[in-house]
């Protein structure tokens, strides 16, 4: 058990609509990223926040939006779905900015019909 | 522009088999490398992590090895298991003006039959 929590394991909506990710960081982890796992694709990094301040952007859409909140938990938003967000989405956590493990949760399954 | 390469893609080998896994990469500047296995459905584990000092890392049954002057690493698993069926990944991070980014390659499906 990695001690980061990601709810819920499976989401299932429609087209245009808009969802809410959650993950808990493991205790006393201080950065919180997020990263997008399509089917035979490799890890695509998303965002990256440091004790709630974001610390580094990569391939997030426009529709996409993150936060951390004082409790160190974070919510990945996404909007106007498409099909091809479609995705496993990760969410993991390290003490520090970046320089050692991270530790990844079980991933939310997204599903857009 | 930072590369990670994996080969081969996917490997199907016997219980009981060795195995090593390849890592190319053309990132800079070079932070450190890190191996990571990730069962079908769970998120990645950290297997290793080595720096550019380390040419030698091993946890348990893995070894990893890490050429930092042709910037190639492998992943070695000795007496496979079939629990070792999994995604291995290899990820390089690279010092930027922000902290450090990681980059992915697309990993190397592992297959241990019996």
């Known amino acids: 058990d990695s001690g980061v929590t990601q709810t819920p394991k499976h989401l299932i909506t429609a087209t245009g609509q808009r969802v809410t990710l959650r993950c808990s960081p493991r205790s006393g982890d201080l950065s919180v990223y997020w990263y997008q796992q399509s089917l035979d694709q490799g890890l695509q990094f998303l965002i990256q926040y440091y004790n709630g301040e974001e610390r580094a952007k990569g391939n997030i859409l426009e529709r996409f939006s993150a936060q951390q909140f004082p409790d160190l938990h974070s919510e990945l938003n996404l909007s106007s779905l498409e099909l091809g967000d479609s995705a496993l989405y990760f969410c993991?956590?390290?003490?520090?900015?970046?320089?050692?493990?991270?530790?990844f949760g079980n991933g939310t399954r997204l599903t857009v019909t | 522009k930072n590369q990670v390469e994996q080969s081969p893609q996917s490997l199907i080998i016997l219980e009981g088999k060795n195995c090593t896994l390849q890592?190319?990469?053309?990132?800079?500047?070079?932070?450190?490398l890190r191996w990571y296995k990730q069962d079908t459905g769970r998120g990645p584990v950290s297997l290793t992590i080595?720096?550019?000092?380390?040419n030698t890392k091993s946890n348990g049954r893995y070894t990893a090895t890490l050429d930092a002057d042709t910037k190639q690493s492998s992943l070695h698993i000795t007496a496979s298991q079939l629990s070792d069926s999994a995604s291995y990944i290899c990820?390089?991070?690279?010092?930027?003006?922000?902290?450090?980014?990681?980059?992915f390659g697309k990993g190397t499906s592992l297959l241990v039959t019996p």
């Open positions: 890592c190319n990469y053309t990132v800079s500047p070079f932070s450190n």
């Open positions: 993991a956590s390290s003490v520090g900015r970046q320089e050692g493990p991270l530790h």
């Open positions: 080595m720096t550019f000092s380390e």
């Open positions: 990820v390089v991070s690279a010092e930027s003006n922000s902290g450090y980014a990681l980059n």
